[in-house]
């Protein structure tokens, strides 16, 4: 599993594809710059009555075009993509994560040319492919590029340790609605509460808060004001997975089903000091409903 490292130095889970899959898409791209380059090649070739020397710069452009312009323009205009990564969901990114640019999608074309149709130096990127940890071939080296899978879990495949409602938001969350919950969103925020005991304080609130707008601009309504970011995140993700395995099941979810059980802790609720015991013999007084308390730094939705 390798990581994406946000703008707040916060390492999100993000895999990077595997290497059947790269060697898929790239076999899909090569058999579409193939067919583009007959396409060009052949009828300006036609056309020339036999002149050597001008099927040969048309041969020599026709090449570059081809084998360079086209990964270079499709993963520049598409943010990383080309026919092949979009068809098995993968996409080329910096190695901080960033979005690829035209300079890093112009040095993998570039190399690409020695490195993939090459006899000679394709074996070196195969193995460079395959001793990476991130699957760098010679041509993300240079570049500073690898490539991620971009396809996300199945819906209900989210931990539920973390996909849980916390009982003050119970009842918020009957009339919550996630049908516009993108499952981007939602794994980023399932990777934020999986990694929350490892992230600093600061990075936990920095992150949380951003995350936590991201996602409250597409579910509604808006969480009770003060609410912590990661209590929010959570069940937002717990209502998601309860509709999706409801759908699936054909049933209709009950809110109870949302609410953590009270003997499970989550990692951003303090469970506070144990209720004092009554002495022998002392009638036991029923203990008052605790209040919802807003955390300091709490989440405030956008207006």
């Known amino acids: 599993m390798a990581e994406i490292v946000t703008g707040e130095a916060v390492a999100l889970e993000l895999p990077a594809a595997a290497f059947p899959s790269r060697i898929a898409a790239l076999l899909i791209d090569m058999a579409v710059q193939v067919v583009l380059f007959l396409l ?3 009828p300006v070739v036609a056309t020339t009555s036999g002149n050597g020397s001008y099927a040969a710069a048309v041969f020599v452009a026709s090449y570059v075009v081809v084998f360079v312009g086209y990964p270079t323009v499709f993963e520049t205009v598409s943010r990383g993509k080309t026919l092949g990564k979009l068809a098995l969901g993968l996409r080329v990114v910096g190695d901080d994560g960033s979005s690829v640019r035209f300079r890093q999608a112009l040095v993998r074309a570039l ?11 394709a074996p070196v990127g195969l193995i460079s492919s395959l001793v990476s940890a991130r699957g760098k071939r010679i041509g993300d080296i240079f570049a500073g590029t690898y490539v991620i899978s971009e396809r996300v879990p199945r819906p209900g495949t989210l931990q539920p340790a973390f996909a849980v409602v916390p009982p003050p938001l119970a009842g918020w969350a009957q009339s919550l609605q ?3 919950l993108s499952g981007q969103a939602a ?3 399932a990777s934020y509460l999986r990694r929350f005991g490892e ?3 600061s990075a936990r609130e920095t992150l949380g808060l951003r995350l936590a707008s991201t996602v409250a601009a597409q579910v509604s309504p808006p969480p009770p004001s003060g609410t912590p970011p990661a209590a929010y995140l959570s069940a937002v993700l717990a209502v998601r997975r309860q509709k999706d395995l409801a ?11 949302w609410v953590a059980p009270p003997q499970q802790a989550t990692p951003f609720r303090d469970e506070g000091p144990a209720p004092e015991q009554p002495a022998p013999g002392q009638p036991q007084q029923p203990s008052p409903a605790p209040e919802p308390q807003a955390a300091p730094g ?6």
Do not use: N, Q
């Open 247 to 257: 759908s699936a099941v054909g049933a209709h979810p009950g809110a109870a089903s």
């Open 187 to 189: 794994e980023a925020a």
């Open 111 to 121: 190399t690409g040319l020695f490195e993939i149709w090459s006899y000679v130096l």
């Open 178 to 180: 996630v049908d516009g």
């Open 40 to 42: 060009v090649f052949i």
């Open 199 to 201: 992230l600093s304080p």
């Open 298 to 303: 709490g989440f405030v939705p956008p207006a």
